[in-house]
């Protein structure tokens, strides 16, 4: 089963971080590019334990559908969700948020497994592990352009 270990320094609040990376809004103006939006479920403002969302966007080319729930919830430090229904055969990604001398620490660990065995075991290690840890990549990377500017209230009261 590929994991993905990411960790992204933000020079902000860590219940700031912690609260733009649950946020429905927030993440889908971070995943440009595959047109990604909330179609069930929670589908504005902050998810949170037990919550469901469905999600609809295009990836490698092809339009897909993922449900995942927030199976473990710990403000400001963890969260936990989980493919419920969707193209993977498993999916769980964990969110951590650790103190940091310039703010806030976010760890992500994002496993998963494709659905078609061995032939999924070669494609996850030949591409989609790449495609997902980049896909990761870049939504951190505009998290952190809004936690550390004056952008994260359009998403969020005053935290």
Do not use: C
């Not at 927030?70 to 999916?91: L, W, Y």
């Not at 494709?114 to 990549?137: H, N, T, W």
């Amino acid at each position: 089963m590929p994991v993905i270990e990411l960790s992204t320094v933000i020079s902000a609040p860590r219940e700031r971080v912690f609260d733009l990376a649950r946020s429905i809004d927030a993440h889908q103006d971070s995943t440009e590019g595959t047109s990604e939006r909330a179609i069930a479920g929670v589908t504005t403002g902050l998810i949170g334990l037990n919550d469901e969302v469905t999600w609809e966007a295009r990836h490698l080319g092809l339009r897909q559908r993922l449900t995942v729930r927030v199976t473990e919830f710990n403000r400001p430090q963890h969260f936990q969700d989980i493919m419920v229904a969707g193209a993977f055969k498993s999916m769980k990604h964990d969110h951590e948020f650790l103190e940091h001398p310039t703010g806030t620490q976010m760890n992500d660990r994002f496993e998963f497994q494709s659905p078609i065995g061995i032939l999924g075991k070669i494609v996850d290690q030949l591409f989609l592990r790449a495609y997902m840890e980049r896909f990761l990549v870049h939504r951190n990377v505009i998290l952190r352009k809004l936690a550390e500017s004056k952008e994260w209230s359009r998403y969020l009261a005053q935290v």
